[in-house]
């Protein structure tokens, strides 16, 4: 089993910045894919970026929905088994819920289905 949780959360006006992280713990992999995903209330849960780790030579690809690229980076330190968020112009529609997946378990990335490990998740606020 792999524990995710997640901190960083909160208001912030619009044009702010907030981080996110994710840690992980238990049998958690060095070569597991991380993501975040996002959901408001009524809305499905979305794919905000992902993190995809090769298992061969532990290199990463970054990908990001297109309703974050340029505003939004996605890192990584393995030796802490934490994942980041850096979120920048914030919008009143980036509010929600953000949740921190791992090991993705193959098809489209941006669907939670695809997804075997889920943190509680954080909420992010921001007002216009």
């Known amino acids: 089993q792999v524990q995710l949780v997640e901190s960083g959360g909160g208001s912030v006006q619009a044009g702010g910045s907030l981080r996110l992280s994710c840690a992980a713990s238990?049998?958690?992999?060095?070569?597991?894919?991380m993501a975040w995903f996002r959901q408001v209330p009524g809305k499905e849960r979305e794919g905000v970026a992902r993190?995809?780790?090769?298992?061969?030579?532990?290199?990463?690809?970054?990908d990001y929905a297109s309703s974050v690229k340029g505003r939004f980076t996605l890192s990584q330190d393995n030796a802490k088994k934490t994942l980041y968020l850096d979120m920048n112009s914030l919008e009143p529609d980036d509010t929600a819920l953000y949740f921190c997946?791992?090991?993705?378990?193959?098809?489209?990335?941006?669907?939670?289905?695809?997804?075997?490990?889920w943190g509680q998740g954080t909420q992010v606020t921001v007002s216009s």
């Open positions: 997946a791992a090991r993705w378990t193959g098809g489209d990335w941006r669907a939670p289905e695809s997804w075997a490990y």
């Open positions: 993190m995809n780790t090769a298992i061969a030579d532990l290199s990463a690809t970054i």
């Open positions: 238990g049998e958690m992999h060095n070569w597991y894919s």
